[in-house]
């Protein structure tokens, strides 16, 4: 986050700009369209297979039609997003910029859409004509199953629709989250068979999600991909032949090779973090972060050694020193987490937030020579220095 006492400079020219709302327009965001590229890039060089740019809840706050476009430019041939309603807007956006939908095999002129979370519905809500899953299978998305009744009223709406729905049956090996159980999966890959003899349902893809990609040295990871196979197994047995692999997203792409497969999910590593810093930061891996916050500072003071600072005094200044007053907190985004630890840029000069974030104000630790606009002031010339 930078802070100054003046209007923030104008954005890059590769950049977008949104505005906190608590702030109003005295705070924004400015997004780094470049930084985007670049990461999208590196990541595909680490992963050596085709990528998804993952772009679900706005691409991570950065702005949805931004991003996903962006990571088009650096080579992405699928977008992900979590929500129905989210990949219809995705499909709406691509369709206005004149992104072209694949007839064939994806790339990043005609990139594929993957949604995963459906809403849930019987079967005769599924077919009629205001159906969102009818809306999907028009929109040309492709769409995640785990459940028996998922599929029931998938192939309810293609029926209706008179298209196939392509699918990608989601496992479960080991995260107990979204994905077909052990148990449930040789019911459900026979239906799916039975579905696709039907022409119905198209399975393209076979998919799960690794639990402790982040932790590189975890055996978790060699678990879940014996999971994945054995699941492999079973779809196979029963006659399907599903074409994209996936397991991987950042952590699994970055730190474990054998689970890249036919494709991986760039999520958080496209927006320049590290699954997890202790590992190896963003810079490390080579990525740049995305965003930056910018805001003024509309108070200065000083204060005394030892004087607490913010809610419950869990930082008291170490000497006489100035701090500031930046009106940006947790109901923009800043996490709490980040009480007496977020770095901030003051003047060219790196600091840190001080004390507990508030809702919409942090403090931020100037030192103990500033101006009256908060600008670090040069140090005094000391006898010798002449």
Do not use: F
């Not at 979204?178 to 198209?202: I, K, Q, Y």
């Not at 890249?260 to 590290?274: F, K, P, Q």
């Not at 190896?280 to 005394?304: C, D, F, N, W």
């Not at 002031?377 to 000391?382: D, S």
């Amino acid at each position: 986050m930078d802070s100054s006492a003046t209007t923030p400079s104008t954005a890059p020219r590769s950049a977008a700009v949104r505005s906190a709302p608590s702030a109003a327009a005295t705070s924004r965001a400015v997004i780094d369209l470049e930084a985007v590229a670049h990461n999208g890039r590196r990541l595909a060089q680490v992963a050596g297979v085709p990528w998804m740019a993952v772009v679900k809840a706005d691409a991570y706050g950065h702005g949805l039609g931004p991003i996903a476009l962006t990571a088009l430019s650096a080579g992405a041939s699928w977008l992900g997003v979590a929500q129905l309603a989210e990949a219809l807007t995705l499909r709406s956006l691509l369709d206005e910029a004149g992104v072209s939908r694949p007839a064939g095999e994806p790339s990043a002129q005609a990139p594929r859409v993957l949604t995963w979370l459906l809403p849930v519905m019987e079967p005769a809500r599924a077919a009629a004509e205001d159906s969102p899953l009818r809306a999907a299978l028009a929109a040309d998305l492709d769409l995640s199953v785990s459940t028996l009744p998922q599929l029931e009223a998938l192939s309810a709406a293609a029926r209706a629709q008179g298209r196939a729905a392509r699918l990608h049956l989601k496992v479960d090996t080991g995260m107990s989250r979204g994905g077909a159980a052990p148990e449930e999966l040789p019911a459900l890959a026979v239906a799916l068979r039975r579905a696709v003899d039907e022409g119905t349902v198209d399975v393209v893809g076979l998919w799960s999600h690794l639990s402790r990609a982040d932790e590189p040295a975890s055996g978790s990871t060699e678990e879940h991909l014996e999971r994945y196979r054995q699941a492999e197994h079973v779809v196979r047995a029963a006659g399907l032949n599903p074409p994209i692999r996936h397991l991987a997203a950042t952590g699994g792409l970055l730190w474990h090779p054998q689970a890249r497969m036919d494709l991986v999910r760039a999520g958080i590593g496209l927006y320049g973090l590290s699954p997890d810093p202790s590992v190896a930061t963003g810079a490390e891996l080579g990525l740049r972060p995305a965003m930056r916050l910018e805001s003024p500072l509309v108070q200065v003071k000083r204060i005394e050694a030892g004087q607490a600072v913010s809610y419950g005094g869990t930082w008291s200044a170490p000497t006489d020193r100035w701090v500031g007053l930046v009106p940006l907190g947790y109901s923009d985004g800043i996490p709490r987490a980040a009480s007496s630890a977020g770095p901030v840029g003051v003047g060219g000069i790196m600091t840190s937030i001080v004390g507990r974030v508030c809702m919409d104000q942090v403090v931020v630790d100037l030192g103990p020579a500033v101006d009256e606009t908060g600008a670090p002031l040069p140090a005094p010339a000391r006898v010798g220095d002449a």
